[in-house]
C-alpha cells in the first residue's frame, strides 16, 4: 500500500490577522516537508497539495504560487521551496479541511490511495479538520510533527497531543515516518 503525501496550505499570503506568526513557523516545516517530497518523488509516490483559495472562487493554484513568489519574505520563500510540480496534483479547498467540497476523495480513490502523511499549516485549524475527516474515512494518517506548524509551537503542539491520543496517530518526525513507510513497503 503505497502512501501519499498531502501539502497543505503551505502556498500561502499569511495576509490575515496572526499571519504573521504562522509564516515564521511555517518557513521552519518548509524544510523538512522539502525532504519529505522528495523522498516520495524518489520513491513515486503521490504528492497532494490541498490548498485554500482564501474564497477567490476566479483564482487558479497557479495564480497564488505566482502572488507568493512576488512577495518577499515567506510567503515567496516558501513558494520557491514546494511549488508544485507537473506530476503533482492540487486541489483548492474553500474551507478548513481538504476533503470538504473538493476534489480529493475522488483523487485519492482514482490512485488507490489509502495512506496519507499530511503536512502544512495551521496544525490546530486545517491539519487537524483534515486529520480528522480521513481518520473518520477511514485512511491511515501519519503527521510528521516536524513538517507542520501553527501560529504557537504550543498551539501546533496541542493539536499533535489531540491526534496522538484520540486517533492514535504516528506524529514522529519527518525522517522516523519515512523510514517506516519504507520499511512497510
Known amino acids: 500500500m503505497r502512501p501519499a503525501l498531502l501539502i497543505i496550505d503551505m502556498i500561502n499570503l499569511f495576509d490575515f490577522e496572526g499571519g504573521d506568526q504562522l509564516a515564521v513557523q511555517a518557513l521552519k516545516a518548509c524544510g523538512p516537508i522539502a525532504t519529505l517530497r522528495q523522498a516520495f518523488a ?24 505566482a502572488k507568493c513568489r ?6 515567496s520563500e516558501i513558494a520557491a521551496v514546494l511549488e508544485p510540480k507537473p506530476a503533482e ?12 467540497c473538493t476534489t ?21 485549524s486545517c491539519v487537524l479538520a483534515t486529520v480528522q475527516d480521513a481518520h473518520m474515512r477511514g485512511y491511515k494518517v501519519r503527521v ?5 506548524a501553527a501560529q504557537t509551537p504550543a498551539r501546533s503542539s496541542r493539536a499533535l497531543a489531540l491526534m496522538r491520543e484520540s486517533m492514535s496517530l504516528d506524529t514522529r518526525g519527518a525522517k522516523t515516518v519515512l523510514r517506516s513507510l519504507a520499511a512497510e513497503q
Not at 89 to 100: C, D, E, G, T
Open 104 to 124: 480529493l476523495p475522488a483523487i485519492l480513490s482514482d490512485l488507490e490511495l489509502q495512506e496519507l502523511v499530511i503536512t502544512g499549516v495551521a496544525t490546530d
Open 42 to 65: 524518489d520513491r513515486n509516490w503521490p504528492v497532494l497539495f490541498a490548498n485554500d483559495n482564501f474564497m477567490d472562487w476566479n483564482q487558479e493554484f497557479t495564480d497564488l504560487v
Open 89 to 100: 496534483y492540487y486541489v483548492l479547498k474553500p474551507r478548513h479541511s481538504a476533503f470538504l
Open 70 to 75: 512576488q512577495l518577499p519574505g515567506p510567503s
Open 144 to 148: 510528521p510533527q516536524d513538517c507542520v
